[in-house]
């Protein structure tokens, strides 16, 4: 009885963390990860853990791309964006360029 208990929890454990959504922390003026990858159609979450305003603008600096811009304003502030089709998706926060990371869709 005991072992088929754990197999149910080991197997809710895996359940739950394969779903688990991938996401990104802006902490310390970073985004971490600075890079990330995940499978084409994936939804990736940012989270801001900073005091202040941060953004996630696609693109670089130099050259925006327009596939988003969205603000998060304070800690604890989300944002999410859908991934559809493979490539390379760079981003960067708009009030702090030296912010950047990298989305890589598969």
């Not at 493979?86 to 702090?96: E, I, M, S």
Request: aromatic content about 8%; proline content about 6%.
């Amino acid at each position: 009885m005991r072992v088929v208990l754990v197999l149910v929890l080991l197997l809710a454990i895996v359940s739950v963390a394969a779903s688990a959504q991938p996401g990104v922390t802006l902490q310390l003026f970073q985004f971490r990860p600075a890079q990330l990858e995940v499978k084409a159609g994936t939804r990736v979450t940012w989270t801001n853990q900073d005091d202040i305003e941060h953004t996630v603008t696609a693109g670089t600096p130099e050259r925006r791309d327009g596939r988003f811009d969205t603000r998060l304003p304070a800690k604890g502030a989300t944002a999410t964006v859908e991934f559809k089709e493979p490539g390379v998706y760079p981003y960067f926060c708009d009030r702090h360029q030296s912010m950047r990371g990298e989305i890589r869709v598969r």
